[in-house]
């Protein structure tokens, strides 16, 4: 074998064995939350100094993960506080939880500009985005009161508003 084949075969077999190698033994691939799955234990503590907690029975609840710094995120905020003026006397809790990297100053900053009515969690250390297995920001998800996920989506939900509206006040009607 000539050199320049014995160097091309070498970073072929180093391409394909990186990203087993990129991982820690016995450490499971990424693999993002289907609905029907249990979300797992998180708590979040809220700008108000209260807590929230998912992950088994409870309140149906939408979670929304973002941060000040994403454009998309700070657009669709709109969404989630009518969301909140619609569902939450119904039972429905609608909550946002900033990923921002600060001590919360630059959310609650952003939360009284936008006057948002609906609880904003911050977690400087991400613990949410593993939790949920995020993707990306912003991300949504519909968590029933059984703890189990019923809806995902990746991205802005002004596009889908009409879905996740339906989806909410589906299973808030069918509970009731």
């Known amino acids: 074998m000539n050199p320049r084949a ?7 077999v180093s391409v394909a064995l990186s990203p087993a190698c990129a991982r820690k033994e016995g450490e499971a691939a990424f693999r993002p939350l289907a609905v029907g799955q249990a979300i ?4 979040v503590e ?9 992950g088994g029975p409870g309140r149906m609840t939408v979670v929304n993960i973002w941060a000040t710094w ?3 995120c700070r657009e669709e905020m709109a969404d989630f506080n009518a969301l909140d003026r619609e569902f939450g ?3 429905v809790v609608v909550l946002a939880v900033s990923v921002d990297a600060d001590n ?3 959310v609650r900053r952003f939360v009284e500009e936008e006057k948002l009515g609906f609880t904003i969690g911050c977690d ?3 613990r ?3 939790v949920f297995q995020v993707v990306g920001v912003p991300e949504t998800f519909v968590i029933g009161r059984d703890g189990r996920l019923v809806w995902r989506h990746i991205g802005n939900v002004h596009a889908v508003i009409d879905s996740l509206r339906a989806v909410i006040g589906g299973a808030v009607g069918a509970s009731s």
């Open 6 to 12: 014995a160097g091309v075969a070498l970073i072929a």
């Open 40 to 43: 797992g234990a998180y708590v």
């Open 46 to 54: 809220t700008l108000a100094g209260d807590t929230v907690r998912l």
């Open 70 to 72: 994403c454009t998309s």
């Open 89 to 91: 006397p119904r039972g």
């Open 104 to 106: 919360g100053a630059r």
């Open 124 to 126: 400087p250390e991400r």
């Open 128 to 130: 949410v985005e593993q």
